[in-house]
């Protein structure tokens, strides 16, 4: 039977049962022919088989649950789980409640009232 042929008239020759021959069948034991994502590669061969493209930035996450989509998500300076490109927004993050607090404090202070020793009934 040719590579990539449809059902071989040897059974023998299918041994998964999914219509590829056995010699052009790119996930043995599985069905080649589902393919949720349509990328060409079988579900069960597939390693992001909810992704099309499977991995943009080839830094072996899937796309799906990449949360760097243009950065390494590997990247992790400071080894708490979260990838560095994050880790940039929440510093920047800290940093402006921070600003944001003594913004206010300072305002507060600037706004309180003053006593009129003048208009005094004592
Ligand atoms: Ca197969
Ligand atoms: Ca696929
Ligand atoms: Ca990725
Ligand atoms: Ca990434």
Redesign the pocket.
């Known amino acids: 039977m040719p590579a990539g042929s449809l059902k071989p008239v040897d059974p023998l020759d299918d041994s998964d049962n999914d219509t590829v021959c056995d010699s052009a069948d790119l996930c043995p034991g599985a069905d080649d022919r589902l393919d949720q994502d349509g990328d060409g590669a079988a579900d069960a061969c597939d390693p992001c088989s909810d992704d099309n493209p499977d ?9 799906s ?2 949360q ?2 243009d950065d390494d ?1 590997r990247l992790d300076t400071n080894a708490d789980g979260v990838p560095d490109c994050s880790q940039v927004i929440s510093t920047l993050s800290v940093w402006g409640l921070t600003t944001l607090a003594l913004l206010l404090l300072t305002s507060t202070k600037l706004r309180r009232p003053r006593i009129d020793v003048r208009t005094s009934t004592c």
């Open positions: 991995d943009s930035d080839a830094d072996t996450v899937c796309d649950a990449d760097c989509p998500d």
